[in-house]
């Protein structure tokens, strides 16, 4: 593609020469280390490194040309200045592969919880009933079927835009994360839905306050194609915040809730079957695949959004009833005593008084409740999600999450303290995970429910003292004496 094709929609800083427009570009590349033969190197001034100190690296790797924000004057290569080089790198991706998110039907989600599993019931729905759909989030990218590792619940604008342009199916339903769009990821994409979950108390070490994280979360919503649909969940305060921004301004809007103006308005919840009546505008009732008020949620923005896209109610009232439910979200497995073991994602404090709330609703008699703090992640909901453990659940061990920088040792001294503090006297801690575990499971017995959150389906990033890789491998492995299947 030529330079001049490239750059429709950037506006540069710097004067160039009319004939480095002609430039003939064979790539992009945000990493020098990626860069190839004829590529442009975009140079970003990240969190950790400075993309513009790496500049010679990419020209050595055969850049023909570099878009920087600095101002840059002796390069052997055109330089070409703009002032936000992320947002370059989205329009400059987007022409590159040619927009195909414009020939794709496009479903964004945000919201703190429950993003991921709105995701994969979503694509669930629109693939029993015929209509193709890839999926980009935490867990992975699923594209034409094919898993492909994901760095990022929603990846930088340049992977996106090739995992689009990979793509041979109808739509498109990606996790759109906080981070993700304060830095410009989703650079001109536009979205036939966009969907609210709720906001909740999570990435405060990021966005500072609540009311940034906020803001951070309703940019999703200028991404909307003129005449596309917001779902929001409006018994969220924050997403009847969003509600009203948005009518205010015009936008379509189906909102879910209790409340009489709600589109989707629930009539009552029934826990005991996982099933919500809702007037639609006569009095439906959805079934929920998975057991927990936030999942009756999940799954009721997955219904608004297929009946958004036209699919007829009976056929999602039939097919949502299959779903298998998500990797590592409230994974069950029973031991041979009778106990009952779950492995959950939750690391939010919402999440968390949901999935302990879920399992004493579904029968537990005593909920022994195992979890760790990641290490550099926002501090101030340690004490929350403590209180909220020692409120619900009958006992509660503190082990080792990710630690990312912190020492084992500290970590160790801040957990004993909180327990100490906030514990409630319930809780201890066994820095050992699988031995946490282990023990747990050994010494439950029927009516115990062992609630184990935090990594879901996540690999351990430390090693242990059993021979296990993940929750579920050492729950397989204190259950049957094997990690595997
Ligand atoms: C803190 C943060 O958000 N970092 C994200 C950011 O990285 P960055 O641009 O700051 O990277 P950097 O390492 O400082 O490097 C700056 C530039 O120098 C370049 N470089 C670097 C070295 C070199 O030799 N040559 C070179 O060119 C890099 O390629 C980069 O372009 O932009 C990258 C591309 O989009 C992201 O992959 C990266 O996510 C990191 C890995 C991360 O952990 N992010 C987390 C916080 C995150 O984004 N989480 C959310 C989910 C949150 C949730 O759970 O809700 C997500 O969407 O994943
Ligand atoms: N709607 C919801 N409200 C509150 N908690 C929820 C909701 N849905 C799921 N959860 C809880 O949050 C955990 C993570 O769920 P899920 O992966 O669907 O959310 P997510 O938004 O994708 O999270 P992340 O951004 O961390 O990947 C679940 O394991 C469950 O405990």
């Known amino acids: 593609m030529k330079l001049n094709e490239l750059l429709k929609g950037v506006t540069l800083l710097n004067n160039i020469d009319n004939y480095i427009y002609d430039l003939p570009i064979h790539g992009l590349a945000d990493s020098s280390?990626?860069?190839?033969?004829?590529?442009?190197?975009?140079?970003?001034?990240?969190?950790?490194?400075?993309?513009?100190?790496?500049?010679?690296?990419?020209?050595?790797?055969?850049?023909?040309a570099i878009v920087g924000e600095q101002d840059i004057t002796d390069l052997s290569v055109p330089y070409l200045q703009v002032s936000n080089t992320r947002i370059a790198l989205g329009v400059m991706a987007k022409n590159f592969y040619r927009d195909p998110a414009s020939r794709k039907i496009m479903i964004g989600i945000t919201g703190t919880n429950g993003k991921t599993t709105t995701?994969?019931?979503?694509?669930?729905?629109?693939?029993?009933?015929?209509?193709?759909c890839s999926v980009m989030g935490t867990i992975?990218?699923?594209?034409?079927?094919?898993?492909?590792?994901?760095?990022?619940?929603?990846?930088?604008?340049?992977?996106?835009?090739?995992?689009?342009?990979?793509?041979?199916?109808?739509?498109?339903?990606?996790?759109?994360?906080?981070?993700?769009?304060?830095?410009?990821?989703?650079?001109?994409i536009e979205f036939d839905l966009c969907l609210f979950t709720n906001l909740h108390h999570e990435h405060l070490d990021y966005h500072g306050s609540?009311?940034?994280?906020?803001?951070?979360?309703?940019?999703?919503?200028?991404?909307?194609?003129?005449?596309?649909t917001a779902i929001i969940n409006i018994d969220d305060q924050w997403g009847e915040k969003l509600n009203h921004k948005l009518l205010e301004k015009g936008v379509n809007v189906c909102s879910i809730g209790r409340r009489p103006e709600s589109s989707l308005q629930i009539a009552s919840?029934?826990?005991?079957?996982?099933?919500?009546?809702?007037?639609?505008?006569?009095?439906?009732?959805?079934?929920?695949?998975?057991?927990?008020?936030?999942?009756?949620?999940?799954?009721?923005?997955?219904?608004?959004?297929?009946?958004?896209?036209?699919?007829?109610?009976?056929?999602?009232?039939?097919?949502?009833?299959?779903?298998?439910?998500?990797?590592?979200?409230?994974?069950?497995?029973?031991?041979?005593?009778?106990?009952?073991?779950?492995?959950?994602?939750?690391?939010?404090?919402?999440?968390v008084y949901h999935c302990l709330t879920t399992a004493k609703e579904s029968g537990a008699k005593r909920i022994v409740h195992i979890?760790?703090?990641?290490?550099?992640?926002?501090?101030?909901?340690?004490?929350?999600?403590?209180?909220?453990?020692?409120?619900?659940?009958?006992?509660?061990?503190?082990?080792?999450?990710?630690?990312?920088?912190?020492?084992?040792?500290?970590?160790?001294?801040?957990?004993?303290?909180?327990?100490?503090?906030?514990?409630?006297?319930?809780?201890?801690?066994?820095?050992?995970?699988?031995?946490a575990i282990q023990q747990a499971i050994s010494q439950s017995s029927a009516g115990d429910w062992i609630v184990i959150t935090g990594?879901?389906?996540?690999?351990?990033?430390?090693?242990?003292?059993?021979?296990?890789?993940?929750?579920?491998?050492t729950v397989r492995y204190s259950l049957n004496g094997s990690s595997k299947e």
């Open 33 to 64: 280390q990626e860069v190839n033969e004829g590529f442009l190197f975009v140079a970003i001034k990240g969190f950790k490194e400075d993309g513009h100190k790496h500049i010679q690296h990419a020209i050595q790797q055969g850049a023909a």
């Open 119 to 132: 995701s994969y019931l979503i694509k669930h729905l629109l693939e029993q009933n015929g209509i193709s």
């Open 140 to 188: 992975q990218n699923i594209v034409n079927n094919a898993s492909i590792k994901s760095a990022n619940t929603t990846p930088s604008s340049l992977i996106l835009e090739q995992l689009l342009a990979l793509s041979n199916d109808e739509a498109v339903v990606m996790e759109v994360s906080s981070h993700g769009l304060t830095q410009h990821r989703i650079e001109g």
């Open 210 to 228: 609540m009311d940034n994280y906020f803001e951070a979360k309703s940019v999703l919503f200028d991404h909307l194609k003129p005449g596309g």
């Open 269 to 351: 919840i029934d826990m005991a079957h996982s099933a919500v009546h809702f007037r639609d505008p006569h009095e439906t009732i959805l079934l929920s695949p998975m057991a927990g008020i936030h999942n009756i949620y999940n799954s009721m923005m997955a219904y608004a959004s297929a009946l958004t896209l036209g699919v007829p109610k009976d056929a999602i009232h039939r097919t949502i009833a299959n779903f298998e439910g998500v990797e590592g979200r409230f994974e069950t497995s029973k031991t041979s005593t009778g106990a009952v073991v779950i492995v959950d994602y939750a690391h939010t404090p919402d999440a």
């Open 371 to 435: 979890f760790g703090f990641r290490g550099d992640r926002d501090t101030t909901k340690r004490k929350e999600m403590i209180e909220i453990t020692s409120r619900i659940s009958d006992r509660f061990i503190i082990t080792t999450d990710d630690l990312n920088s912190v020492s084992a040792q500290e970590m160790q001294k801040m957990s004993s303290d909180f327990v100490e503090q906030y514990g409630n006297n319930k809780g201890s801690v066994l820095m050992d995970r699988t031995v």
């Open 455 to 473: 990594k879901g389906h996540e690999k351990y990033s430390h090693d242990f003292q059993l021979p296990t890789d993940s929750d579920k491998e």
